[in-house]
C-alpha cells in the first residue's frame, strides 16, 4: 500500500500547529476527523507517529520526526510542480509571497513592493517577517518564492545573490562615558553590549565586527527587534550595532549618539535568495526585475 497523502496532510498540519484543534482549523475539518485520520495513517505505517499526553499535549516519536521531515519535502515538491504550472499563466493574476528579515521588510522592501503592486495590480504581494534563519527555512519549505536577508547563508540548496550594501553603526546614549566622535576596540571592550537573537543578520555582523578586532562582545542583553534595541540604548543602557537606517532619525534628534570605529567603514552586503532548481512564477520574476534596477529604489 502506497503512503496516502491525504492522511499525510493532516499529519504535517497537526506537527506544524502543534494542535490537533489548530490543524483541523487550517484544513476546515472537524477535529475528530483529524484525529480518525491520524489513527489510519499510524495504522497503515504499523507506527506510533504521536505519543498523546495525559492532557492535551503531545510529542513525535522518532518515526514520527522522520517521517514530518519527508513529508515536507514532499509537499515542497507538490508546490514547486504547481509553480512550474502556474508560472505558464503569465503575471495577470496570482500572488507571491516573498520573506525578509526584519530590517529589509521594514525599511528596504516597502518601495519595491509599492511598484510592484502598481505595475501588477492584479497579483497579491504577501511579505513574511522574521530572522535570517527562519527566513531560510521558509524558503526550503517552499513556503515562499523568493527572499532577501541580511545574514551569511551557507545551504548548497539556495542561490545566494548580492543585492546591495546596508549601512551599520556603532550607538550608545547621548550621555555615554565615551569618546565623542571616533572610538578604540579597547573602548569598546567589557562594555553592556545588546544584540539581536541569534541567527539574526544584525547579530552575525555584530559578532564579525567584535571578533575582528578582538572586542569581547557577550551578548549583556538579547532582543528580537531592532527598533527596541535602540530604544533601550537611547534610554541609557547598553551600547549596540544597529542598521543606520534604523537609528538616522534618532540620531539626527540626539536621543542617540553614533561612534566611529577607528579606520573601519561598517557596512555589510543584503542578500537576494532563492530555491536553487525551483522555477519562479512570473510574478516573482518581475519582482526579481524591480529589485535588481540600478540606483535608488523606484518611486511609486
Not at 519595491?112 to 524558503?139: D, H, I, K, M, S
Request: hydrophobic fraction near 45%.
Amino acid at each position: 500500500m502506497g503512503l496516502n497523502l491525504h492522511l499525510l496532510r493532516l499529519f504535517v498540519a497537526v506537527a506544524d500547529t502543534g494542535s490537533f484543534s489548530r490543524a483541523a482549523e487550517t484544513l476546515w475539518i472537524s477535529q475528530p476527523a483529524v484525529s480518525k485520520g491520524i489513527r489510519e495513517l499510524e495504522h497503515q505505517l504499523d507506527l506510533t507517529l504521536i505519543e498523546r499526553g495525559a492532557g492535551k499535549g503531545f510529542r513525535l516519536t522518532e518515526a514520527g520526526a522522520s517521517l514530518l521531515t519527508h513529508a515536507h519535502g514532499i509537499f515542497s515538491m507538490e508546490r514547486a510542480a504547481l509553480d512550474d504550472v502556474r508560472a505558464r499563466v503569465g503575471v495577470q493574476r496570482g500572488s507571491l509571497t516573498i520573506g525578509a528579515s526584519t530590517t529589509v521588510a521594514s525599511y528596504w522592501l516597502p518601495p519595491y513592493v509599492a511598484a510592484f503592486c502598481v505595475a501588477y495590480p492584479a497579483v497579491v504581494p504577501r511579505v513574511t517577517v522574521g530572522n535570517t534563519q527562519w527566513v531560510c527555512e521558509q524558503l526550503l519549505e517552499c513556503r515562499i518564492d523568493l527572499a532577501l536577508v541580511e545574514g551569511r547563508v551557507d545551504d548548497e540548496r539556495i542561490e545566494v545573490s548580492e543585492w546591495r550594501a546596508d549601512a551599520l553603526a556603532i550607538v550608545v546614549a547621548p550621555t555615554a562615558d565615551l569618546p565623542r566622535r571616533t572610538v578604540t576596540p579597547e573602548a569598546l571592550a567589557q562594555r553592556q553590549w545588546i544584540l539581536r537573537e541569534p541567527g539574526s543578520g544584525t547579530r552575525q555582523a555584530t559578532e564579525a565586527l567584535c571578533n575582528a578586532h578582538g572586542i569581547a562582545a557577550e551578548p549583556w542583553m538579547e532582543m528580537a527587534s531592532n527598533e527596541a534595541i535602540a530604544r533601550t540604548v537611547a534610554s541609557g543602557v547598553g551600547i549596540s550595532m544597529l542598521p543606520r537606517v534604523v537609528i538616522a532619525d534618532m540620531v539626527a534628534l540626539g536621543t542617540l549618539r553614533e561612534l566611529k570605529l577607528a579606520g573601519t567603514a561598517l557596512s555589510r552586503p543584503l542578500y537576494r535568495l532563492r530555491l536553487e532548481n525551483r522555477p519562479l512564477a512570473p510574478a516573482a520574476l518581475k519582482m526579481v526585475e524591480l529589485l535588481e534596477r540600478k540606483g535608488a529604489a523606484p518611486r511609486v
